[in-house]
């Protein structure tokens, strides 16, 4: 068995590092990389993009026969109907083509950004919660949100720019060489100087935009801690402090957004004052030879038409240039999480997967051996055997591995060293989807959603009834104050179960539990720090929910460790104990003396 991998926090350090000392180029290259899911759409904004440029084109040759014939023939509306009636259908056509291209490029973007945020969504649950321990949820939180927002504007608006900033000068340029080679000559030599000054001066800005967007990613985890601590920011009158410290972080985040926009638009200007030289020494020659006579008026027109036109889209590109600089600062924190390497899973063997068992007939760990990196060991030789029917208590001193044993168990974590099986099928071998869901898993502390009191129940069977989903929650003793709530299991409860009380939560998490109906059941102490009352109530569920199952809880209180079958003592990753509460009790080890300072610290 392979190590654990390198813990997340600490990749996404070594991309930041690397990131940052870096250029633009790789984050160009990771940004165009994942625009395959939008290409479709991106190649019909070029294309009706260039189809756009083209009937600019043939407008100002239009516009230029009309005004000369007019001016110069004296021609009247009736001879020239045919090119003002073929102004009017250009001038519908570019309307109607320019709105299509604007929907296929945020098509384009809005497919990417999907794509993009269920990656991230999928490449977090893969890492799973024992791996990004450590990460700020507010920052995690401003990635998938604000981060993949702050790319549209590269799918959507640069990158078809960039493409069409190509396409179209050549076109109108093309044009202008075959009517007047002297002004086609400089329009090639002054076009290349707007994209060489554009790259030049945003240089200095992608460092800035990638520490603006460290810098609100640390405001975003830095203001959801304090608003999820504000209780105890009160209580110890440390809010006034932490509002200074927010105040504070978004004044950094202010100056660095100002020094972005500085730079934004002095590329702006110096980008409109390169076009309007340009354009002016085009009108310059072109006027001065239609006053020697060189040159005909229509075809100076033409010219003096297509001239601004040619320009245009290398001054857009400028324009957009600032959202290639902001998606390449947000790009850094979404590549560093999908390019944090996945620990090989406990599951690596598809070819021969055996079908997930439908009951838990024995769970076998065998010399199972586990540490994080190359730390110290954090389960050292750790052997027991589970059976259907036994309820094992697990208990120990804070930090014996307790909880990394329920990790293993749960497939959030891979031993080092040694073999996990159930009914004799090693677990590398079971599909993790499979193997999870005969589990039943009981947190301390369990997490409620927003939404409906039946719907946070359903979460353990999205397909059961409202018949089933109120049988799971009587089994677990819930019914009765879920009925009493205003709108009974319609009832809608907040993140964190805000308006229920610590036993209606814990209850809910129990009848989840009975909803899934699955072999084997994992519980980290459900009765922890619950009341006397809420606790005798819970006790009883849990006593039906062991019923026909196997049952490992992490113990933390006497109640607990005395209705288990087998208690199991953790001591530095080590099981230095088992047996019955009785025959434990009578010896003078660890369970005796965890039994004299009380279980509640455990």
Not at 508 to 524: I, T, W
Request: glycine fraction near 8%; aromatic fraction near 6%.
């Amino acid at each position: 068995m392979s190590r654990s991998p390198t813990p997340t926090a600490e990749r996404h350090t070594e991309m930041r590092d690397e990131t940052a000392g870096g250029a633009g180029a790789p984050a160009d290259a990771w940004l165009r990389s994942n625009a395959g899911g939008g290409s479709v759409a991106l190649r019909a904004a070029v294309a009706l993009g260039l189809c756009g440029g083209v009937l600019l084109i043939v407008q100002a040759w239009l516009l230029a026969r009309v005004v000369a014939g007019a001016v110069f023939h004296r021609l009247g509306p009736t001879v020239l109907a045919p090119e003002l009636y073929g102004l009017l259908a250009v001038f519908a056509a570019r309307a109607a083509v320019t709105a299509l291209t604007q929907w296929a490029a945020f098509r384009a973007a809005a497919t990417v950004k999907h794509g993009l945020r269920m990656r991230l969504l999928e490449r977090l649950r893969t890492l799973g919660p024992l791996r990004l321990t450590g990460e700020h949820r507010g920052e995690l939180a401003n990635t998938l949100a604000d981060g993949v927002e702050a790319l549209e504007g590269y799918y959507a608006r640069f990158l078809p720019q960039m493409a069409l900033a190509v396409l179209v000068p050549a076109a109108i340029l093309a044009v202008v060489y075959a009517q007047d080679w002297i002004s086609g000559t400089v329009l090639l030599v002054t076009g290349p100087a707007i994209p060489f000054f554009m790259i030049l001066i945003g240089k200095g800005a992608e460092s800035l935009n990638r520490r603006q967007w460290r810098r609100l990613a640390r405001l975003s985890a830095h203001f959801l801690d304090a608003l999820q601590g504000l209780t105890t920011l009160k209580l110890f009158d440390a809010s006034r402090r932490e509002a200074e410290m927010v105040a504070r972080l978004s004044e950094e985040y202010r100056r660095s957004t100002m020094a972005v926009l500085r730079i934004a638009f002095l590329s702006s200007l110096a980008l409109e004052f390169l076009a309007v030289v340009s354009i002016a020494l085009v009108a310059v020659l072109v006027g001065f030879r239609l006053l020697w006579g060189d040159l005909h008026f229509e075809t100076g027109f033409l010219v003096l038409l297509l001239a601004p036109e040619f320009y245009l889209p290398l001054r857009t590109l400028g324009t957009h240039y600032h959202a290639r600089m902001e998606a390449i600062g947000a790009a850094e924190r979404i590549a560093a999480i999908l390019e944090t390497p996945v620990a090989p899973p406990v599951h690596t063997a598809p070819a021969r997967r055996a079908p997930a068992p439908v009951a838990v007939h024995e769970l076998r760990l065998e010399r199972v051996r586990c540490r994080y990196d190359d730390g110290p060991w954090v389960l050292d030789d750790v052997s027991l055997t589970l059976k259907r029917g036994e309820r094992i208590a697990l208990v120990g001193p804070t930090g014996a591995g307790k909880s990394t044993l329920l990790h293993l168990l749960l497939g959030f974590l891979q031993p080092t060293e040694g073999r996990v099986s159930i009914d004799g099928t090693a677990l590398e071998d079971l599909d993790p989807d499979e193997w999870r869901r005969a589990i039943a898993w009981v947190p301390q502390r369990p997490r409620l959603f927003h939404g409906t009191v039946r719907d946070n129940i359903r979460l353990a069977d999205p397909g059961a009834d409202a018949a089933r989903v109120e049988a799971a929650a009587r089994d677990a003793f819930a019914d009765e104050f879920i009925r009493a709530l205003p709108r009974g299991y319609d009832t809608l409860v907040g993140e964190g179960g805000r308006g229920l009380s610590g036993g209606e939560t814990q209850r809910l998490a129990l009848a989840r539990a009975f909803l899934k109906d699955a072999p084997l059941v994992l519980m980290d102490e459900a009765t922890a720090s619950l009341d006397a009352h809420s606790e005798e109530r819970i006790g009883r569920a849990l006593q039906r929910l062991s019923a026909g199952r196997a049952v490992l809880t992490v113990a933390h209180r006497l109640a607990t460790v005395r209705e288990a079958d087998r208690i199991l003592v953790l001591d530095r990753g080590r099981i230095v104990e088992s047996g019955t509460h009785r025959a434990l009790a009578a010896r003078d080890g660890l369970y005796r003396a965890l039994l004299t300072a009380g279980l509640e610290g455990v």
